[in-house]
């Protein structure tokens, strides 16, 4: 049985995006909330904790969450989990038209409710491109958000401008030269928050503008960043990469990484499938 209905199909075509519900058992879930506070050392029933790092940039790495609540957690068993249960790849394969693929390995987010008194835990939402949308014509990816609790419009999760993917190609001819290729100017676009329950994986056409959100809620958003592409038929440096990061419990060089190094000194390697090792790499596909 496909995971995407007719209906699914003719919803990815209008709006760039859809939603697969129920992707992993709820106690998948319930194992990734518990990591991500127990990564951040934070009693989540204590509302003042949530606030207690201050967040990291670009030019200070002084913490492990960032102001859009990018958790720097990468390879614990939970995440794994997720990657490698069989609907998630199902759904993969099913957008790609293709089984044959490598998992991101990328990270979680908790972001908690904007507090005014703390600027720095005050942030207003993003939209952008992960890829450089001056290339043309730009080629086709996906990405993916697990929503690891029921998720409110308001509560600061994915946002994203429906259906940009049909018209990027008429709106860029209208936008200058110099124009930023991996932020769009909003003038004209309708940014949607998009509500979910918990279960639902999310997976969007990279070329949709998209971010996530305010958070004007009294809860936080928390969620799981799960995307797949076809894995290359010789892997090479990027599979020893990839198993590195596994092994040692670390992110792949680019990330921006926990200061304290947590997972590579509390953990031990996540436990593969026989699917998460074809997933990460370590076994080939063929
Ligand atoms: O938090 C989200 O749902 C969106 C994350 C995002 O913008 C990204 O992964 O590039």
Redesign the pocket.
């Known amino acids: 049985m496909p995971v995407l209905s007719k209906e699914d199909w003719v919803f990815w075509e209008e709006n760039g995006y859809v939603v697969v519900e129920e992707a992993v058992p709820q106690e998948n879930l319930d194992a990734m909330v518990d990591v991500i506070w127990d990564f951040l050392e934070i009693d989540r029933e204590d509302r003042e904790a949530w606030y207690k790092y201050k967040p990291y940039s670009r030019e200070d790495k002084c913490s492990p969450i960032s102001a859009?609540?990018?958790v720097e957690i990468y390879q614990h068993q939970a995440l794994w989990d997720n990657r490698q249960y069989p609907k998630v790849h199902q759904a993969f394969s099913e957008i790609w038209g293709n089984e044959k693929l490598w998992v991101s390995l990328?990270r979680a987010?908790m972001?908690p409710p904007a507090r005014e008194d703390k600027p720095e835990w005050c942030n207003e939402g993003?939209i952008?491109w992960?890829t450089d949308t001056s290339q043309q014509p730009v080629s086709f990816g996906v990405?993916g958000?697990l929503y690891l609790a029921d998720t409110s419009e308001q509560q600061g999760?994915?946002?994203c401008v429906p259906g940009f993917q049909r018209i990027f190609d008429e709106w860029v001819k209208t936008q200058p030269e110099d124009r930023n290729p991996q932020r769009p100017d909003l003038e004209g676009l309708e940014v949607k928050s998009i509500a979910g329950k918990a279960g639902d994986l999310?997976i969007w056409h990279r070329l949709l503008a998209?971010?996530?959100g305010h958070n004007r809620s009294d809860q936080p958003?928390l969620?799981q960043?799960i995307t797949m592409s076809p894995a290359p038929e010789d892997g090479g440096e990027a599979r020893d990469r990839r198993v590195e990061s596994w092994q040692e419990r670390r992110p792949q060089a680019n990330w921006p990484g926990d200061p304290r190094d947590r997972e590579h000194t509390h953990q031990q390697p996540a436990e593969l499938t026989e699917l998460g090792r074809k997933l990460l790499g370590v076994d080939s596909w063929n």
Do not use: E, I, S, T
């Open positions: 859009a609540g990018m990328d987010n972001k993003m952008h992960d990405q958000v999760g994915f946002q999310l998209h971010g996530n958003r969620a960043y």
